[in-house]
């Protein structure tokens, strides 16, 4: 079947000239059988693809298999409508590569917490400090998580002590202390400075001698006075035995 046809024809013993040449070409043109109608079509004479349902571009059916690669697309140019639902799986994911910002609020449930996610954590090692919050359940708001100051409210000493007696009774002989200081000696009282204020003057501070089998009731006392909600004294009388104190009350 012929590809090309054309209206310049030739006899026998016609002599071929440069204007019978340039004739040919000029008026010769792509036989219908040139294309198969299929991938390929003529259009005005020209070859063209031929696209799904007619008309210009290139379809599906002209791309071969792993065609299509990196270099071929523009940067930016693939955008959420060209990927597929449930597409984007663990494996195309990289390690640590999802942010708090992609989690929606309220969405991690239960049975998202690994078991370790307490016991995972450090030990604490000290004595808990009068910041330290915790996390919990509010059930009178529907169970909302809440943080709980637990120093400033749990029934805890918010500070305490030992007055050394049978030291050189100065400042330095209140030792042991956590969450006040001795910052004073006069006569027989001694003044401590809580680190952290309580929430009002109307608090609690317990003293004894630390001596489990020795009481003088004449010699052996010791009396708190409070003096505001960041500073108390403790008054006592010369003795060889320490005074233990715990302080008691919310924090402000």
């Not at 000029?26 to 219908?32: G, L, Q, R, V």
């Not at 003293?207 to 409070?226: G, K, L, R, S």
Request: aromatic share 8%; charged share 20%.
């Amino acid at each position: 079947m012929p590809k090309v046809t054309t209206t310049t024809s030739f006899s026998e013993d016609d002599q071929l000239t440069h204007t019978t040449l340039n004739s040919l070409f000029t008026n010769s043109a792509f036989h219908a059988d040139a294309v198969d109608d299929t991938t390929l079509e003529l259009s005005s004479g020209a070859i063209r693809l031929k696209a799904a349902g007619g008309g210009n571009g290139i379809a599906t059916s002209h791309i071969n298999d792993d065609a299509i690669t990196v270099a071929l697309i523009a940067d930016d140019a693939v955008e959420t409508d060209q990927i597929k639902d449930a597409n984007v799986t663990v494996g195309k994911m990289a390690i640590n590569s999802v942010n708090s910002d992609q989690y929606v609020d309220g969405s991690i449930d239960e049975e998202h917490l690994n078991n370790d996610v307490i016991t995972g954590q450090a030990a604490l090692t000290a004595v808990p400090s009068l910041a330290d919050v915790m996390l919990f359940s509010d059930t009178d708001d529907s169970g909302n998580l809440k943080k709980l100051d637990f120093m400033k409210y749990l029934p805890l000493p918010r500070a305490w002590g030992v007055i050394n007696g049978s030291g050189s009774r100065s400042t330095s002989d209140a030792v042991g202390l956590y969450g006040c200081t001795c910052t004073d000696l006069t006569g027989f009282a001694y003044t401590f400075d809580l680190t952290t204020d309580m929430s009002s003057s109307n608090y609690v501070i317990i003293t004894q001698v630390a001596h489990t089998a020795f009481w003088d009731d004449e010699n052996d006392q010791a009396a708190v006075q409070i003096v505001d909600e960041g500073q108390f004294k403790i008054h006592t009388v010369y003795t060889s035995y320490p005074f233990h104190f715990a302080v008691f009350g919310v924090l402000s």
